[in-house]
């Protein structure tokens, strides 16, 4: 099974939120997922990140692939992706 951490869209119409997420790479963006790790508003000025840094660093550990917009998140919030 391939594990990403990923983003999945929540909020309303115009209005989105997203969340950072485990989920297996062939589940849909929007469905299931195993574990919420943080979340990013971009709607806020500055734009609002909040990641659980040690959970992030135990999956990374484990395996799991961020995608390129994760991968950007955890660059800003000075979480190596690479390193594991």
């Not at 574990?35 to 500055?46: D, I, K």
């Not at 990641?51 to 995608?67: N, V």
Request: proline fraction near 7%.
């Amino acid at each position: 099974m391939a594990v990403r951490l990923r983003l999945t869209r929540v909020g309303g119409k115009k209005d989105p939120i997203w969340r950072v997420v485990v989920a297996d790479q062939r589940s849909p963006r929007d469905g299931r997922f195993i574990e919420m790790v943080g979340q990013y508003n971009p709607q806020t000025q500055p734009s609002t990140i909040v990641l659980k840094e040690d959970r992030i660093r135990e999956w990374l550990s484990k395996g799991a692939q961020p995608t390129p917009q994760v991968r950007k998140l955890l660059k800003t919030q000075g979480i190596d992706a690479a390193a594991r």
